[in-house]
């Protein structure tokens, strides 16, 4: 039996010019626990300073908040955090980083 994530790979992967209106309605909590327990909780935090960990102490009431959120489409990213590391030749360069719910949203 094919996920609904395959069946999305395979409408991007064979069809020229795919079109996905929302796909909001394909996330659910056992994909957004799955992909807090696949990120990397040593990276860099975002503008909310919410580390893996913090997140992670009260996971059920986060994620089924944001589970809520993204059904009823009021769900808003936050604004990345703009930092600026140093390039070889000496210049900077922009790096913009998400908060750590965004990055669940993203990763799902």
Request: charged fraction near 35%.
């Amino acid at each position: 039996m094919e996920t609904k994530l395959e069946r999305i790979a395979d409408k991007s992967a064979h069809e020229p010019k795919p079109e996905f209106t929302s796909l909001y309605h394909l996330i659910n909590k056992e994909l957004l626990m799955q992909c807090h327990r696949e990120l990397d909780g040593s990276k860099a935090v975002g503008i909310d300073e919410v580390t893996k960990k913090e997140y992670g102490e009260n996971l059920e009431q986060n994620i089924e908040g944001l589970v809520e959120r993204l059904k009823r489409k009021s769900y808003k990213p936050q604004p990345s955090l703009r930092v600026y590391i140093p390039k070889s030749n000496g210049k900077l360069r922009p790096l913009g980083i998400a908060s750590y719910e965004d990055k669940i949203v993203q990763l799902a």
